[in-house]
C-alpha cells in the first residue's frame, strides 16, 4: 500500500550505493568520459562549419548528431557526476521532470536525424542523378527542423501529462529520472499517458527503423545491381551510418526494456552498466566513427591540426 505523502517535493535515486573511495575513481573515469564526448563532438562541429568542402547535406546531418550527443550528454552528466560524489541523492521533482525532457528528446531526435540520413543515403546512392536536386542545403535543413520539432512537441505533451499525476512514492531504481519510473510511482489514470508513449514510440523509434530498413534493402539491391565503383561508394557512406544505427538502436532497446521490466529483479550494477552504456557509447561512437571512417572529415581534421601546429611552432621559433 503507498503511503508516502501525495505529490513529494522531490525523487530519489535508489541504484546508488556507498562504494566508498571507488566512487572517486568512478566520478574521475566518469568525467573522462564527459569530457570526451564534448572534445570529440566539437571536433565534428567544428570542422563541418568551417570546412566550405563540407557543406552538404550529409555532413550536415553528422553534424546535426555531433550537436544532439552534446545536448543528450548534458542533461545527464552534471547531475550524474554530482551524484556520485554525493551521500544523498535526491532530485527535486522539477529537475526530475526537466531531466526527461533533455533525455528523452535526444533519444527521438537521433532515430529521427538517423532516419533522415537513411532517406539521404537512398538518394545518393540509388538515384544519384537527382541527388543534388533532391537534396539541397535547404531541403536538408528543413529535414532536421522536422525531424528534432516533431519529437520535441509529442513529448512534450507526453511529459506534460506525466507531471500532472498525482505521485504517491518517491524511491527511482534508475541512475537517472526516467519517465516509466515516475508513472510506476503514481496513484493515478495513467491511460491517456500510456497511449500517448506507445505512439510516439511508434512514431519515432519504430517508422525510422522500418524505414531505414527498407532504404537499405533498396541499396543493397541497387549495389548488386550496379559497378565495383557504386558498391565502394557506398560502402564508404553507409558504412558508418548503418554502425552508428546499429550501435544505437541495440543501446535504445536495452533501454526500453529496462524501463518495461521491474528493475528490482535484476542486479543493480547491471541495471547501472546498461542504462550508462545508452547515454555514453553513442555519444562516443558517434564522432569516432565518422571522424575515422569518412576521408572528407578525416583530411579536413588533419589538415587543420597540421596548419595550428605549423602555426603554434612559428610562434614559438618568432619567441625564441
Given amino acids: 500500500m503507498k503511503n508516502i505523502t501525495q505529490n513529494p517535493g522531490y525523487f530519489q535515486f535508489t541504484l546508488f550505493a556507498d562504494y566508498g573511495r571507488l566512487r572517486y575513481l568512478f566520478f574521475m573515469l566518469s568525467l573522462l568520459i564527459y569530457i570526451t564526448i564534448i572534445s570529440a563532438n566539437m571536433v565534428i562541429i567544428i570542422t563541418i562549419l568551417l570546412e566550405k568542402s563540407l557543406h552538404q547535406p550529409m555532413f550536415i546531418f553528422i553534424c546535426c548528431l555531433s550537436v544532439n550527443s552534446l545536448y543528450g550528454s548534458a542533461g545527464f552528466f552534471p547531475r550524474f557526476l554530482v551524484d556520485l560524489l554525493s551521500d544523498t541523492h535526491f532530485i527535486s521533482r522539477t529537475s526530475c521532470f526537466i531531466q526527461i525532457y533533455v533525455i528523452y528528446t535526444y533519444a527521438s531526435c537521433e532515430f529521427t536525424i538517423l532516419g533522415v540520413m537513411a532517406y539521404d543515403r537512398f538518394v545518393a546512392i540509388c538515384q544519384p542523378l537527382h541527388y543534388h536536386t533532391k537534396m539541397t542545403i535547404r531541403k536538408a535543413v528543413f529535414l532536421w527542423g522536422v525531424a528534432v520539432v516533431y519529437p520535441i512537441c509529442t513529448l512534450t505533451y507526453a511529459i506534460a501529462l506525466t507531471s500532472e499525476l498525482p505521485i504517491c512514492e518517491n524511491k527511482l531504481d534508475r541512475i537517472f529520472c526516467a519517465n516509466r519510473a515516475v508513472v510506476n510511482n503514481s496513484c493515478g489514470d495513467s491511460t491517456h499517458g500510456d497511449i500517448v508513449g506507445y505512439f ?121
Avoid at 204 to 225: A, H, M, N, Q
Fill in 200 to 320: 510516439i514510440i511508434f512514431s519515432t523509434v519504430f517508422i525510422p527503423l522500418f524505414f531505414v530498413l527498407y532504404s537499405y534493402l533498396r541499396i543493397l539491391v541497387e549495389c548488386k545491381r550496379g559497378s565495383a565503383e557504386l558498391r565502394g561508394k557506398a560502402l564508404q557512406t553507409c558504412l558508418p551510418h548503418l554502425v552508428t544505427f546499429v550501435t544505437y538502436s541495440f543501446s535504445l532497446f536495452i533501454e526500453m526494456a529496462i524501463a518495461k521490466y521491474d528493475t528490482n529483479t535484476i542486479n543493480p550494477v547491471i541495471s547501472a552498466i546498461l542504462s550508462l552504456e545508452y547515454l555514453m557509447v553513442p555519444s562516443i561512437n558517434n564522432p569516432l566513427i565518422y571522424g575515422l571512417k569518412l576521408p572528407q572529415i578525416r583530411t579536413a581534421i588533419v589538415r587543420r591540426y597540421k596548419i595550428r601546429t605549423k602555426i603554434l611552432l612559428l610562434r614559438r621559433q618568432r619567441l625564441s
